[in-house]
């Protein structure tokens, strides 16, 4: 159960809180938010805190001056009690420093926004690169769709020729890429790093996406209509309708999405639209809308599917 935004990178002011108790959900869960972070707790037999990322950071653990724990992330340790401690976690130079007010009898689980970032973005005026971690190492091309694609390992020379979409498993290095479409070509280079998904999105004339998508104006009309809509089904209904006949932006694709209660809608919107947007480089803001990691994921590879047999 993993609550919070991949797209929010908050600084933390490490600043003393005030604890105010958590929603119950379902009576034995609940969660506390702050700027910082989220706090997930869920009934135990014993007080525990749980930190599961970011994988190899060092945390302290601190209950007034007394240090009770160094340890590395992924973390979990069993306190005595409950109530205020103080938590360090160090990661690739950043530290962040707060106050936690541990729920006791309980399993607290501890995310830190700041240290939530799973994406790394390169925009260029012609190209956008987007980095993941990822368990192995991938190159892929998603845009502009249906146009060739050669690419060359300048380390260790291999070569690939094939139609966007398309990914593969590659070794790390510097590739030279080259994109033809519609007797337009595109050429540059990217670096691919070890254990990463490295996706290309070329932002060239002639291929691809270039639809207009729905203008301020009766975007305005559409939002309102689905804002007013009583249930979620109906604002669904709506939404449908539209993608029928229009194109969208990822920001207004957001802005659609946070008009729903529950992730469930959200997602199926959500899968309405991604087929509909001229922006898909853009499309990452939109995971900003869900309040569930689960959610998110369901829908990243929803949409890896989707671009695959396209």
């Not at 970011?54 to 409950?82: C, N, S, Y």
């Not at 993941?132 to 070569?159: H, I, S």
């Amino acid at each position: 159960m993993m609550l919070l935004s991949l797209s929010i990178f908050a600084s933390p002011d490490g600043g003393r809180l005030t604890f105010a108790p958590p929603p119950v959900v379902g009576g034995s869960e609940g969660y506390y938010e702050t700027e910082d972070y989220i706090l997930v707790f869920r009934k135990s037999r014993g007080t525990y805190l749980q930190i599961p990322y970011p994988e190899g950071a060092e945390v302290i653990l601190r209950r007034g001056r007394d240090t009770l724990l160094v340890g590395t992330v992924p973390f979990r340790m069993r306190t005595l009690v409950g109530g205020p401690h103080t938590v360090e976690i160090s990661y690739r130079g950043y530290v962040w420093r707060g106050d936690v007010n541990l729920h006791p009898g309980h399993l607290n689980i501890l995310y830190i926004k700041s240290m939530w970032r799973d994406e790394w973005r390169e925009e260029h005026e012609d190209y956008v690169v987007v980095v993941r971690p990822a368990d192995g190492t991938f190159l892929r091309v998603a845009q502009p769709a249906g146009c060739r694609v050669r690419w060359k390992n300048l380390d260790t020379y291999e070569t690939f020729v094939g139609r966007i979409p398309t990914v593969k498993e590659v070794n790390p290095g510097r590739f030279s890429v080259k994109v033809e479409c519609r007797r337009r070509v595109w050429r540059g280079e990217i670096e691919v790093r070890p254990n990463t998904e490295t996706i290309l999105y070329v932002r060239m004339r002639g291929g691809g996406r270039h639809m207009r998508p729905m203008d301020d104006v009766a975007f305005a009309r559409l939002l309102k209509a689905v804002k007013e809509a009583p249930f979620s089904s109906e604002k669904l209904t709506l939404i449908e309708d539209a993608a029928s006949k229009n194109y969208f932006k990822s920001e207004q694709v957001l802005q659609l999405l946070k008009t729903f209660n529950f992730d469930s809608y959200r997602l199926k919107a959500a899968k309405v639209l991604y087929p509909r947007v001229v922006d898909p480089e853009n499309f990452f803001i939109v995971y900003d809308a869900f309040t569930f990691s689960s959610s998110k994921e369901e829908l990243r590879r929803w949409i890896e599917e989707y671009d695959g047999r396209r």
